[in-house]
């Protein structure tokens, strides 16, 4: 019987080895397991902070753009007045060095705009590109500031070593006399346009005469305050005077051109209003026709509501002899109507036709466009406007240009309609 025994008890024996060893290859894949799962809710939790730290160091540069941005956009506007200065002062050629550090500085601050557009329009996953575009856009401001910084540099030495004193107060006199003259035609001329035109489109005109009036009287105090210490070795004593006197000739001047162009667009604007109309007139009897020709119910109800708009737009603009009028306002509530009927009638219209009515439409949308643009900047210069409310402006005046050098016009014509579109938005983010 005891040989019976051995075989069985070898068999009990592997057996439990058997056993014992799944047991510890499970135990270790068990461990082996926990410790993946642990090492993964770690990474997974690093990664995220690295997200979130990446989120935070992209909001911090977004910041630190959007700063560069206002703040060179002012000094670069600060810099143009100092080179009418310069000019003022010493002459053309003179300021030549000053007016070519300032285009640097121009060239890359447009620069920086246009990265901003392209990174604020760009996707929600465009990580890299909005990272790329926004670090760009800080080195271009660096640039252009150091540029400026040399100018300013230049400039003041350049003042400084100013010699001719007599003559630069007796040139500062004869330009105020010159300036006032222009003020008081400007003053008339401002109020006849209030007999017939609302005030909202005289307001950027009346701010701009008020501070030139506000100019020429520092101007003109400055220039009695120094002549009395002007000698031929008193020169450094009073060059800074001056300066001030030539600043305010200067900022005079500019307002006075902006007021000048404001009232020249408001009439362009009545006479493009009224083309605007006869043409809208024309498109409604297109329309007519092309809703009998319509391919389909869906393309015929296009046309009714483009058609219908037109008419309201036509309604709205009607022009009263006896009332005051807002032309650019008109040109807006006119060219929106237009470019949706446009969009009705592409496939109706043949190449010919679309060229023809985007000509006719051109030129009203073009001095909307300057006039909604003129707005925008003269509101940003009064100061505290958002990087984004000028980076608007800065796509509106850069599809302007697009625009007028576009030889096509359907393609001019989508470009000016985009500058308007650009323009209305910089208004609405400087207002609020």
């Known amino acids: 019987m005891v040989p019976l025994a051995l075989p069985l008890l070898a068999a009990t024996d592997a057996a439990e080895l058997a056993r014992g060893t799944t047991i510890a290859v499970v135990a270790l894949l068990v461990l082996v397991l926990a410790l993946g799962v642990g090492a993964f809710i770690v ?28 703040g060179l956009d002012d000094r670069v506007r600060d810099a143009e007045n100092e080179v009418g200065f310069a000019v003022a002062q010493f002459g053309v050629e003179s300021a030549r060095d000053f007016d070519s550090a300032l285009a640097e500085a121009r060239l890359k ?18 990580v890299q590109l909005r990272r790329r575009n926004t670090l760009q856009m800080i080195a271009l401001c660096d640039k252009a500031f150091a540029s400026l910084d040399r100018f300013d540099s230049a400039f003041a030495e350049r003042r400084r070593t100013e010699v001719d004193a007599a003559q630069t107060a007796r040139e500062l006199r004869a330009r105020l006399g010159a300036l006032r003259d222009r003020l008081s035609a400007l003053q008339d001329r401002r109020a006849e346009a209030a007999e017939h035109y609302v005030e909202v489109v005289l307001a950027v005109t009346t701010r701009q005469l008020v501070h030139v009036e506000e100019f020429l009287d520092h ?25 001030v006197a030539a600043s305010d000739l200067h900022l005079a001047d500019q307002h006075l051109a902006t007021s000048e162009r404001s009232l020249r667009e408001l009439g362009d604007a009545e006479v493009a209003v009224q083309r605007m ?19 389909d119910p869906s393309s015929g109800a296009t046309i009714i509501a483009a058609i219908a708009a037109v008419e309201t737009a036509l309604m709205a603009t009607a022009i009263d002899p006896g009332s005051h009028s807002d032309p650019f306002r008109q040109l807006v509530v006119l060219g929106d109507a237009a470019a949706d009927l446009d969009a009705a009638l592409a496939s109706a219209r043949n190449q010919q036709q679309r060229l023809e009515h985007a000509r006719a439409a051109y030129r009203g949308t073009l001095i909307a466009a300057r006039s909604q643009i003129s ?22 005046e850069r599809q302007l240009m697009i625009a007028e050098a576009e030889t096509d016009a359907v393609e001019a014509l989508d470009a000016i309609r985009r500058s308007v579109t650009h323009a209305r938005d910089a208004d609405a983010l400087a207002r609020y």
Do not use: C, K, M, Y
């Open 375 to 396: 707005v925008v900047r003269e509101l940003i210069g009064r100061g505290g406007a958002s990087a984004s409310a000028r980076t608007r402006l800065a796509e509106a």
């Open 43 to 70: 990474l997974f939790r690093r990664g995220g902070d690295r997200g979130r730290r990446g989120a935070a160091s992209q909001a911090n540069l977004d910041a630190q753009a959007a700063a560069l941005l206002v």
């Open 109 to 126: 601050l447009t620069e920086a705009f246009r990265l901003g557009q392209q990174r604020d329009t760009a996707t929600s996953d465009a």
């Open 277 to 295: 109309r006869d043409t809208s007139v024309g498109d409604l009897r297109e329309a007519r026709v092309a809703v009998e020709r319509a391919p």
């Open 219 to 243: 101007a003109d105090q400055e220039l009695d305050a120094v002549s009395p210490e002007i000698s031929p070795t008193g020169v450094n004593a009073v060059a800074d005077r001056l300066h």
